[in-house]
């Protein structure tokens, strides 16, 4: 069977690519990556199903299998006077107020105008971004590295084994009509790191210099200089391998002609932001993070910021405080990168893009004689906690460290929703203060809890705490 | 050109193909091929050759469609040899469906070059199915062979290892136990000896890190009395091995190749030579790094480069060491030193403390998952079933073990979710925590030490339960886990080893998981189980298969030609490329002196998505979609490979003086279209449209990428190596199922 390649063949595929996606697209009002999955798709994946639109949030979540000690140090933890800090004075105890409150915290979470007691050491986070903070105490369950994957599932409380980034990204991507609605992973990847993965596929991640070096360099190379005439060429072997092939076989190809096309197009949109960036450290993840979603590439993209790491042995627990310090200073990182960047729109990216952690686990608080005397801490699945940053987070501290007596290992506490604080018997018990922060963060995004309730398992359980969201999204 | 020579193997084929089934063992379609690609696979000292039986073709011909047949043989023979079809290849398996495939596939296996290619497919397979890469070295290797000692190179790094005796020794370490699980194949071997095999295909330079794993602790600081007491001349007089060893004074010889990094080219000066104490930092010194003298915050000399005593030879010299275990494991005096480098050359066996049994207690696989004094050697265990069983420890288990013994109650207190796990997993971790200290060392150190290391005191009885799925026994040593795992089944007659090994390969060819209640599936599990877990056999059945061919309806894929196509990762797609074009390493992955122009082809070559693992989950990572960000990485490397091959200064394999040879070399090569092939003539009339194109856009100027030769570039240059990306980037060259 041979197929014939006319000249209209030619121009058509060139100018939308092959099967015409794009034409299709424009012709249907469908986006392109529905057109290429069509049976992958649900209803509900199609249109926009959200109403108001303005507050809409895009998301960098900060992953983490390695069970940080973020849990130990952060507002919320200080109260208590048994919980075990380190003692260094790089992260000294200081107060700082959240949302009208006062609150102990580590002396990074404090705004840089805060010196510490040596006189140099000083905070890392602006209070312009406290003020969009929210803490909140919950339980992950696990005590397994792992188990990053099914934490990011919600422990199987989540639909058809989605994650919870999937999840969000179905549907944001309809209403910010992104290049893409999957995720993108930057500081993932490779082995035993954090997995994401997307409609149950494994997202592969891309590091931020090899985003650059992907979309950005030389424009003098004859081989670049013909990309557009090969780009022509290859529309046309796409039209003819897609002329005998299988359903299977042309949407991959679709595919193929698709991503040309989005390569093509970010190049040049990302390249001044993409040359800023010299490394695969966090900055390098704040710039391309920022960069990808200032191009409307993607709705969400997952990082990793260290806060301790794995910090079984740590002597002093001096690994937990000096990555205390360069952590939140990672979060400032992002902040920043984001405000030198706008929408579409000229709204800056602050305004518009939502921060948020998830660590597979917290790490023990007290009660176990490694931390008494500081030489480390193991993995603890009764509490973590998830920092969300944004433009619609109400400020606070939400939950909070439980025990149930002197000297007994503190736990994440049961919450009441409305007000957000650790109450025993609130109505949102302790065990499901993980689906709770999930939920928290969906509506954080603008995304109502009513549209997501399809995102969750009917037993998962959980509330929104409606209490730290801003603008809480009904319709 | 070979094209007239492939038809005539294609008439031969054809006429051999209707002998049928009892005559299809032997040597057919035999490629002309340029020459290998890829590292691994080198040749074994002592080995017999190869054995490969893959066995007697099991399913009877059935004629298929051609365009479907070409698809298929595009696929396996690209996942198993990197290698482009022929007219003989399609021809064949549209004549015999299934049963023609199976052919080229044991042809693949028994036939060079073939079998070199699809012996380093298998060893980039295995490395991954052991998981037996991924680690860091300097880092991960901290508590095998000690900080400041080892891999240890302090604040400089491997800027201050001098030429590349160490990046080889490296590469050893991850490819000793796929390797080996290749030679048990090529020997002919039971597959399941991977679980208990204490054999394994070593160099000169393993022998010693194996050795140098269970020295006494000796490092800096506070060993200062260790033995032997050792000496550098610092005069960078050449000082041969030799004599070194007679006289324990080795020299501080420039290396050839030294990093332009800080430590890479100093010398030490101030000192004429300097005393050093142990064999951690001696080990340094054999590969090429000279630690800081004395060893101190300020010393007289800082560490830096020179040249190792560990020769190349000494990093390839791959043979059968079989490991055997000391009788009295608390005997730290070595049967032979690490550094009696020449005793180590000629050593066949070695004696160790501690045990070396399988794919879980190489140094790799303990380096990729270490352990602590609050993990206990869980870690180790649970990755030991995910690759063997492709299972893991869930609260959902329901067998009961023999005993409590193990059991962890700091970890699992009666009544919390945490029981589930350690009930089982506790005392499964003794098969390690008894014989493996927390540093996976023989230390076992009495008492907790100012550094911060806990206390870890031998275990004084040694009780391992297993209890996993449906088998459940007491063991009394390492060795005896391998063992337990082969005795795991489903509960429905397959062995869970049979599964986890098929579900691989799975992943290998789709990207994708096949449905274990798939009775196609069941049925290649249970041919591999009846041909004595022979994997040359399991190759031959699962890739004929439908579960890859997508030619008939499956459990799995639930109609005829839905098989997933997925893009082809780094491996594949590098290999590919190397195999097709005869360049070994065209993406420069294995190059442990790379040159700056590969130092770029390496970076754009890892912005390809690979095959890896995670710690924890049941499936490997093999991303399938053709995202952007993989679109423009492979379109990279193409660009960065064309100067390579096309009009290149040397080597050459495509000239501008020919483009019509050219452009059809490309076409059957690069595309893997073959000249019978429908879509043959049409790509060939894309490329040369797209040449004639480009020949009137493009400038002379020339490219700066490897193998470029500057301003000087012809129009003619430009153009042809623009068609090579064109075909480089193809959906059949970039897609594996199209």
Known sequence: MSTRITRRDGLLTALFGTGYIGLRALATGLPTWYLLNPRRATAQDLTCAINAKQNLQYLILSASSMGDPLNCNCPGTYEATDIVHPTQTEVEATQITIGGKTYGAALPWADPSIVGSDGTSKGQLASATLARTAFIHHRTGTTVHGDQPKVMKLLGDTSGGEMLVSAYAKHLATCFGTVQAAPIALGAGNNSSELVSFTGRMLPSVSPTQLKQLLTGSKTDPLVMLRSIRDQSLNQLNAMAKASASPVQAAFLDELATSQTQVRALASQLATTLSMISSDNVAGQALAAAALIAANVTPVVTMHIPFGGDNHTDSNLQNEADQTVSGVTGIQQVITALGGLTDSAGVALTDRVTFATMNVFGRNLNGISKVTSRAGRDHYGNHSVMTIIGKNVNAGVYGGPYASSSGAAYVAGDIDSKSGAMTPGGDVPAAQTHVSAARTLGSILGIPDAVAANDYTASSGGKVITAAVANLPTS | ?738
């Open chain 2, 1 to 738: 050109m070979f094209t007239k020579e492939l038809r005539r193997v294609g008439l031969a084929l054809l006429a051999m193909g209707s002998l049928g089934v009892s005559a299809c063992n032997g040597n057919i379609g035999h490629n002309e091929s340029s020459g290998a690609g890829g590292s691994g696979a080198s040749s074994v000292t002592g080995s017999g050759g190869s054995n490969i039986k893959p066995g007697n073709v099991t399913v009877p011909p059935t004629p298929t469609d051609p365009a479907v047949a070409a698809a298929a043989v595009r696929k396996v023979e690209n996942l198993l040899t990197g290698m482009a079809p022929t007219d003989a290849d399609v021809a064949l398996v549209t004549q015999q469906g299934a049963a023609g495939l199976q052919q080229l596939i044991s042809t693949w296996m028994t036939t060079d070059p073939y079998q070199t290619m699809l012996g380093s497919k298998m060893i980039g397979l295995f490395r991954n199915m052991f998981q037996q890469t991924g680690f860091t070295p300097t880092e991960d290797f901290k508590i095998q062979l000690l900080q400041n000692g080892g891999f240890d190179f302090g604040p400089f790094g491997v800027s201050a290892v001098g030429d590349d005796s160490y990046a080889r020794l490296v590469q050893n370490i991850q490819d000793s136990f796929a390797m080996t699980a290749w030679q048990l194949v090529k020997d002919g071997t039971d597959f399941r000896q991977t679980l208990t095999t204490n054999r394994y295909l070593m160099t000169t330079g393993l022998k010693m890190v194996y050795i140098q794993i269970e020295m006494k602790a000796d490092a800096p600081f506070g060993n200062q009395n260790a033995q032997p007491a050792w000496t550098i001349d610092f005069s960078r007089n050449p000082i041969d091995l030799a004599t070194a060893l007679a006289t324990m004074n080795f020299s501080d010889e420039a290396p050839a190749h030294a990093s332009t990094g800080f430590g890479g080219s100093m010398a030490c000066t101030a000192a004429t030579s300097g005393t050093y104490n142990g064999t951690s930092l001696l080990f340094q010194r054999l590969i090429g790094f000279t630690p800081r003298f004395p060893f101190s915050g300020s010393p007289t000399c800082f560490e830096h480069s020179s040249k190792p005593y560990l020769t190349t030879d000494d990093v390839s010299d791959w043979q059968w060491v079989t490991i055997n275990h000391k009788a009295t494991p608390t005997d730290q005096t070595p049967v032979v030193q690490p550094y009696d480098l020449p005793t180590l050359r000629n050593t066949t066996t070695l004696t160790l403390s501690l045990p070396r049994v399988g794919f879980y207690t190489t140094p790799a696989f303990l380096a990729l998952w270490n352990t602590n004094d609050s993990n206990q050697h869980r870690v180790t265990a649970n990755q030991t079933l995910l690759v063997a069983l492709g299972q893991a420890f869930t609260a959902e288990n329901t067998i009961i073990p023999l005993s409590t013994t193990g059991l962890d109650s700091s970890h699992s207190v009666a009544g919390s979710e945490c029981v589930g796990c350690h009930a089982t997993l506790d005392p499964m971790r003794n098969f390690w925590a008894n014989q493996f200290d927390y540093n996976d060392r023989n230390d076992f150190p009495a008492r907790a030490n100012f550094m911060g290391g806990a206390a870890n005191p031998r275990p004084t009885s040694i009780v391992d339960e297993f209890a996993f799925g449906d088998f459940k026994a007491t063991g009394t040593s390492t060795a005896d886990i391998g063992n337990f795992l082969q005795m795991v089944t489903d509960g429905n007659g397959l062995s869970r080893f049979a599964i986890a090994i098929t579900q691989q390969l799975c992943f290998y060819a789709n990207s994708t998981a096949c449905s274990e209640s798939d009775p196609e599936f069941r049925r290649v599990v249970n041919s591999f189980m009846t041909s004595t877990y022979n994997f040359a056999a399991l190759i031959k059945e699962f890739f004929a298969s439908p579960l890859v061919t997508g030619t008939a309806a499956t459990g799995t894929f639930m109609t005829a030609n839905s098989v997933p196509v997925s893009i082809s990762r780094r491996d594949h797609f590098c290999a590919a490329l190397s195999n097709r074009l005869g360049k070994a390493d065209l993406c420069a992955q294995t190059a442990t002196l790379p040159t700056s122009a590969q130092t770029a082809t390496a970076k754009i070559a890892a912005a390809i998505t690979s095959d890896a693992f995670s710690r924890g989950a049941q499936s490997p990572v093999t991303p399938s979609d053709p995202t952007l960000f993989y679109r423009s990485a492979t379109e990279e490397l193409c660009e960065n490979i064309a100067p390579q091959v096309v009009d290149a200064t040397s080597g050459s394999v495509y000239s501008s003086s020919d483009v019509t040879g050219s452009i059809k070399g490309m076409v059957e090569t690069i595309m893997g279209y073959p000249p019978s092939d429908p879509m043959h003539d049409m790509a060939i009339q894309i490329l040369t449209d797209h040449n004639t194109m480009a020949n009137s856009a493009t400038t002379t100027g020339g490219t700066t990428r490897p193998g470029g030769t500057g301003g000087s570039t012809s129009k003619a240059t430009n153009a042809l190596r623009s068609t090579f990306v064109l075909a480089c980037e193809s959906p059949t060259a970039v897609g594996l199922g199209l």
